[in-house]
């Protein structure tokens, strides 16, 4: 038997790897204590469950979704975009609901890409923008993120290689945990647009942001919808990463694209996850006040101590990471390896999200706060 060629290209999935790191030490008898992972690990509110429970009860969920997600639960998409960033959706036409936004932002080069074409992703990033790429048989290129550019790409003097089709950006970032305003966002659209290439917009993480930063939909920018599409989810937003609930929305035509490579691929998001999808955008928001703050709480705490051990830190104003630059005398790996053996500690070294991603490791805030406190108190002891 013989497995193709694109699996053979892929690099590792980087937590796979971190996984395997855990379940050796654990092995071994230490309390490993994972800031890995940016997996909530708040419950979903009570109110969103209820609605799945009830909707899972009813006979008429138990058959095939439809495709293109229920009507019901793109208006209510609809409305959330209209109410949170005063953007107007056709849900009939600029909605795709999709099986988590990973699924749709995977498939998206199946839609767009062809062997040999070349897709521009940020460097250090959420490793998906190039996994899809590479499936697809098409080339990645990356536009790096320093502190030097302020983590975001200067695109006044973009020239993309022949052939390019997407664009991928993603703000609160993972890993950097920067974010963009609405006129930053505005010149990767001026960009796309003169350049005839679509813009792709991971906005997984906009609800999550401190100190009173509200982060932009790039679908706000003039001109979005002829260029851009905009990957959303409820994973983070409400605690739902495990119900697999996500959309993408802006362009009529990256909306259709994306939608007939999933119509040939999967079968829709289970009826009664989309009524619970319904009752989280249209229900009560304070939960979400609730999980800002805490995350807030958090990022002090980290920043904090890795300020007093010496580690000179800006706290970050969205996402839920700190992204965090190594020691003199460290490079991300040994950083990483010397948390994981002296402090019990597991970090994802930045190198891991690409090659600008070196001199960084990634601090999860998705951690229950006595373990936070814990962790950190060994960094201390450790350092
Ligand atoms: C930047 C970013 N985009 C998208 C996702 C995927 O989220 P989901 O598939 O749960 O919607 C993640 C998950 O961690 C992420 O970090």
Not at 35 to 58: E, K, N
Not at 64 to 86: H, K, L, N, V
Not at 256 to 265: C, D, F, P, S, W
Not at 292 to 310: F, N
């Amino acid at each position: 038997m013989q497995t193709a060629q694109r699996i053979a290209a892929l690099p590792p999935y980087l937590f796979a790897e971190i996984d395997r790191k855990i379940s050796e030490k654990r092995a071994q008898g230490v309390d490993v204590i994972s800031f890995g992972v940016g997996d909530p690990d708040q419950p979903t509110p009570a109110h969103i469950v209820a609605a799945m429970q009830a909707a899972a009860a009813d006979p008429s969920t138990h058959q095939y979704p439809s495709y293109y997600g229920m009507p019901e639960f793109r208006a209510a998409i609809a409305r959330w975009y209209a109410t949170r960033f005063g953007v107007t959706l056709d849900p009939g036409s600029q909605i795709q609901p999709c099986i988590g936004s990973k699924e749709g932002i995977a498939h998206l080069a199946t839609a767009f890409v062809d062997p040999g074409d070349v897709v521009y992703v940020p460097d250090p990033a959420y490793p998906v923008y190039e996994i899809g790429t590479l499936l697809a048989g098409g080339r990645v290129e990356v536009l790096p993120l320093t502190p030097d550019n302020g983590f975001f790409p200067d695109l006044s003097t973009f020239q993309p290689a022949p052939n390019t089709k997407i664009l991928w950006l993603n703000y609160p970032t993972n890993p950097c945990a920067a974010v963009a305003t609405r006129a930053q966002l505005q010149t990767a659209v001026d960009a796309c647009r003169e350049h005839g290439i679509l813009l792709a917009y991971d906005n997984a993480y906009s609800e999550m942001t401190f100190d009173g930063f509200v982060a932009p939909s790039v679908l706000e920018c003039e001109g979005a919808f002829e260029t851009a599409i905009e990957f959303h989810s409820l994973s983070k937003t409400y605690n739902m990463t495990g119900w697999r609930i996500g959309w993408a929305c802006g362009s009529t035509q990256a909306v259709e694209a994306l939608g007939r490579v999933k119509t040939n691929i999967d079968s829709g998001i289970f009826n009664a996850i989309q009524q619970a999808g319904i009752a989280a955008l249209d229900g009560p928001q304070e939960p979400l006040a609730d999980l800002r703050a805490m995350y807030q709480r958090r990022r002090d705490l980290v920043v904090s101590t890795l300020r007093d051990i010496g580690i000179d830190l800006t706290p970050p104003r969205g996402s839920v990471f700190v992204w965090v630059p190594v020691p003199q005398g460290h490079d991300s790996a040994s950083f990483a390896t010397l948390l994981l053996e002296e402090a019990g500690v597991v970090v994802p070294p930045g190198r891991g999200y690409g090659p600008s991603g070196e001199g960084f490791v990634r601090f999860s805030l998705t951690v229950p706060d006595d373990r936070l406190e814990e962790g950190l108190a060994r960094i201390r002891k450790a350092l």
